[in-house]
């Protein structure tokens, strides 16, 4: 006698309904993405500027794209995190809706109405390009997407210094759009600290 399999597919879409519209789920994601960049950078780069050096490529290519892609989805879920609070019709029946399945970090942004200024928009952009190719790939699917994209992802520093203000600043904007969520975290590192 084989099981019913009805009662499988209501579980998982009661759970992925459940886990989907929860900002909590949204954030500690994010959260644990934030801690594994903050691991890898710390064990790779100095945090002190005069011990960096900056003539070194290997810097930008050793931990760079791995460092930008774990903080580039880390930013994506924050900004999730705090859509689903004004809108959970993203989280669909069957899926996440089309745009918010997508990893255009700036129109994310916008959705989750932060006002921002012209360089976080290229920080996005950038961000974006590392999930969505150069922290997982060498190369871009194709070479015109890599022509494109060259300029806004590959060189220079990691960033470290404007993702952790971009990060403040969502952080800041988490805890006005999910107060509840921060309370007991806050009122933990109060104990601690007396």
């Known amino acids: 006698m084989q099981a019913d399999p009805e009662p499988r597919k209501k579980t998982c879409r009661s759970l992925f309904s459940y886990l989907g519209k929860n900002p909590g789920t949204w954030w500690l994601s994010s959260s644990r993405l934030k ?3 903050d691991s890898l950078r710390d064990a790779c780069w100095p945090k002190e ?3 960096r050096d900056l003539n070194a490529a290997t810097a930008d290519f050793r931990i760079g794209p791995v460092y930008m892609l774990l903080m580039g989805m880390a930013v994506e879920d924050a900004l999730k995190a705090i859509i689903v609070v004004q809108d959970d019709e993203c989280i669909e029946e069957e899926g996440l809706s089309n745009d918010f399945a997508k990893h255009d970090l700036r129109g994310l942004c916008s959705k989750a109405g932060l006002r921002r200024y012209r360089q976080d928009d290229r920080l996005l952009d950038r961000l974006g390009s590392f999930i969505v190719t150069f922290g997982r790939y060498p190369v871009s699917r194709k070479r ?3 022509d494109t994209m060259i300029g806004s992802s590959f060189h220079g520093e990691p960033d470290f210094d404007n993702v952790t203000r971009l990060w403040v600043f969502l952080e800041k904007q988490l805890k ?3 107060p509840t969520l921060f ?6 590192e109060d104990n601690e600290t007396c």
């Open 35 to 37: 801690q594994a960049a």
């Open 49 to 51: 500027k005069k011990y």
């Open 144 to 146: 015109c997407q890599m």
């Open 176 to 178: 006005k759009a999910i």
């Open 183 to 188: 309370e007991e975290a806050d009122s933990r």
